[in-house]
């Protein structure tokens, strides 16, 4: 059963989301932060298109309730981000908002089958950073059990998993790569999990296709932003593009650089729009992500636009004398070459001018003492590299658990 919103034709979506837009931007006339800015009403997207851009400095000089739009008792929560790009910052929401948060969770939990009978156990963040949230509302919402055991402490997750059956579990990728390196056969006997969502951090295609094909897991991509407390976009059964949830959210893609909209079909940053959110509605809003709009429609039935999966964000990409790379780069060869990773570094470091890129790879323990077979992967893993990113990194091997363990959100890149 979908949603409504998610098979309306283009024409009856436009005209809700216009009309959605104009409530909010009547809506914040008197928000500190907008105040004097924005017009009152718009007549089309082209003039929405002149709206300047938000930005997170935007949102930082609005510390702390710049950006507030309702009155300050009306609040129910306030969250903020993980910070892997610098200062936090600030989400809030009120009552209503939460109740919208919660259906718009709903929508995406269900794109993955999840009902009344299922299991959950959420192995996102608790705390500041909005990552669990979502999932626990949103599941509570289908009916389903959730288990909101948060990131980290492995041990304890596969017992929960053995004891607890979930069939369904929400992490980063990050930490379900760590968590799946962990799992012996005799504990994998004793589980029930088939079902992974993951969001926070890019998504592989190897990783996904590695799930599947070694654990019988699929996973589910879910995309989402502090910023906006709850996820954007998710994958549907057909993994082809995660499905915007156009009720709450208006998307264009842009150019970074000139903020020129680009046309569907062409990568560039992504610009997002709340369409029903009463304590901090974001207009224009650059989330630094880069993807594209996917031109033609889903075969699942579903009109709802879709992104492809955002492979990277412009904070992250490194520039290793000259050439542009993104850690999910990296992270694909990787995963082409092994069937079991359990972390990885990257570490750069800097001498006479010159960056050495070096890759920390932990193994399994029954590959660490074969030489033979090290130095063939080195052999694979570098040939990959050099073909994807044209550098040859140099690649040290190590034991399982040498690397500091993943918990939520991974720092992948350390400067050496
Ligand atoms: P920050 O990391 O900036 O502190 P958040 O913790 O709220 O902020 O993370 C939001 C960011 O995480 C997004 O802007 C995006 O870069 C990244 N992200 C979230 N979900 C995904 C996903 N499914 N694929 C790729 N990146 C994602
Ligand atoms: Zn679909």
Redesign the pocket.
């Known amino acids: 059963m979908y949603h409504k919103i998610e098979t309306l034709n283009e024409k009856e979506l436009k005209k809700y989301q216009l009309e959605q837009i104009n409530k909010i931007l009547s809506a914040v006339k008197h928000t500190p932060y907008y105040a004097g800015k924005l017009p009152e009403y718009i007549d089309s997207f082209d003039t929405f298109a002149k709206i300047p851009f938000l930005t997170?400095k935007d949102l930082r000089d609005a510390f702390p309730y710049g950006l507030l739009s309702c009155p300050k008792e009306k609040l129910v929560r306030i969250s903020?981000?993980?910070?892997?790009?610098?200062i936090?910052?600030l989400s809030y929401c009120s009552e209503y908002d939460l109740n919208e948060y919660t259906k718009n969770e709903m929508l995406h939990l269900s794109h993955t089958g999840l009902c009344k009978n299922d299991i959950i156990q959420c192995m996102m963040g608790f705390n500041l950073?909005?990552?669990g949230w979502g999932c626990y509302h949103g599941s509570i919402g289908l009916g389903a059990t959730v288990i909101p055991s948060g990131p980290g402490n492995t041990q304890r997750q596969i017992e929960l998993l053995k004891q607890l059956k979930a069939r369904y579990c929400f992490s980063t990728?990050g930490y379900l790569q760590h968590l799946l390196g962990n799992i012996s056969d005799k504990d994998w006997e004793q589980m029930n999990l088939k079902i992974a969502m993951?969001?926070?951090?890019?998504?592989t295609k190897e990783f996904q296709k590695l799930a599947k094909e070694k654990y019988d897991i699929e996973i589910y991509?879910?995309?989402?932003?502090?910023?906006f407390s709850t996820?954007i976009a998710s994958e549907c059964n057909l993994h082809n593009g995660?499905h915007i949830n156009e009720n709450y959210f208006y998307a264009e893609i842009v150019d970074p650089e000139t903020g020129d909209i680009l046309p569907d079909g062409e990568y560039g940053e992504l610009i997002l729009t709340n369409l029903k959110r009463e304590a901090m509605p974001l207009i224009r809003y650059k989330?630094?992500?880069i993807t594209r709009i996917i031109p033609d429609k889903c075969i699942c039935g579903r009109t709802s636009r879709r992104i492809e999966?955002?492979?990277?964000?412009l904070?992250?990409m490194l520039i290793i004398n000259g050439v542009n790379i993104y850690p999910?780069q990296i992270e694909e060869c990787i995963f082409k070459c092994f069937s079991s990773v359990t972390n990885y570094l990257i570490k750069i470091n800097t001498k006479n001018a010159i960056k050495k890129l070096n890759i920390d790879i932990e193994i399994p323990d029954d590959i660490i003492n074969n030489e033979n077979k090290i130095n063939k992967l080195k052999e694979k893993l570098i040939k990959t590299l050099k073909s994807y990113i044209t550098i040859t990194p140099a690649l040290n091997f190590v034991p399982k658990h040498t690397l500091p363990e993943i918990q939520g959100?991974t720092k992948r890149v350390k400067y050496i």
């Open positions: 997170k903020a981000s993980s910070g892997m790009t610098g936090p910052t950073f909005t990552g990728p993951t969001g926070g951090e890019p998504l991509n879910f995309y989402g932003m502090t910023e996820h995660l989330t630094r992500d999966p955002i492979s990277h964000r904070d992250d999910s959100k």
